[in-house]
Structure formats: structure tokens, C-alpha cells
Nanobody, 114 residues
Framework: VQLQASGGGLVQAGESLRLSCAASGNIFSINAMGWYRQAPGKQRELVAVITSGGSTNYGDSVKGRFTISADNAKNTVYLQMNSLKPEDTAVYYC?????????WGQGTLVTVSS
């Protein structure tokens, strides 16, 4: 399974950004996909995850502001980020899980200026 993330960039506080993660390869083995992030000097943390059944889970710091969704026809997961804050600045990693294997895409940098 290969995961290709895109959509990062520089925005101002209060603005929105949408990240995309396209999966390819043996995608039928994937049970869930999501996003983690890692800010400088901090541990990697869960942002959001969506299962193949459509269930979602969010990290406490993004609840109510971020929305994860999936387009199964395009094998792509999206992360809509609204009301961005400077503390959302981090490298965002797309991840997938299936058959006990974790997959990671390359990170995409999101920078939120105050």
C-alpha cells in the first residue's frame, strides 16, 4: 500500500485548508485511514481516523474544527481543516491500517501564522 499526501501550505489563523491522501496498491486490505501530526519538539498525535465502515474519531484538540471524509471511488481520504490555529502547525502524516500492518505516507507541512 502506498499513501500519497498533498495539500499542505501556509495559511493565516482562522483560515481553512484541505489535505488529501490517495491510496494505491493493495487497498482492499485497508481497514482504516487517517491523519497524525507532529509539531516541532512534540510527540506525534492523532488528528482523525475513518474506518472502512465510515466511523470517525478525532483528537480532542481538533474536534469541531476538522472533518475527515473518504471518497472510496477515488481511494482518497480528505481532512478538511477549518478555523486553523497557530498550534495546528505541524507535519501531517497520512496513515492506513490493514491486516495488522500500519502504512505511512510522506508528511505534508501545515503552517498557520498568527
Amino acid at each position: 500500500v502506498q499513501l500519497q499526501a498533498s495539500g499542505g501550505g501556509l495559511v493565516q489563523a482562522g483560515e481553512s485548508l484541505r489535505l488529501s491522501c490517495a491510496a494505491s496498491g493493495n487497498i482492499f486490505s485497508i481497514n482504516a485511514m487517517g491523519w497524525y501530526r507532529q509539531a516541532p519538539g512534540k510527540q506525534r498525535e492523532l488528528v482523525a481516523v475513518i474506518t472502512s465502515g465510515g466511523s470517525t474519531n478525532y483528537g480532542d484538540s481538533v474536534k469541531g474544527r476538522f472533518t475527515i471524509s473518504a471518497d472510496n471511488a477515488k481511494n482518497t481520504v480528505y481532512l478538511q481543516m477549518n478555523s486553523l490555529k497557530p498550534e495546528d502547525t505541524a507535519v501531517y502524516y497520512c496513515t492506513g491500517e490493514g491486516l495488522g500492518v500500519d502504512y505511512w505516507g510522506q508528511g505534508t507541512l501545515v503552517t498557520v501564522s498568527s
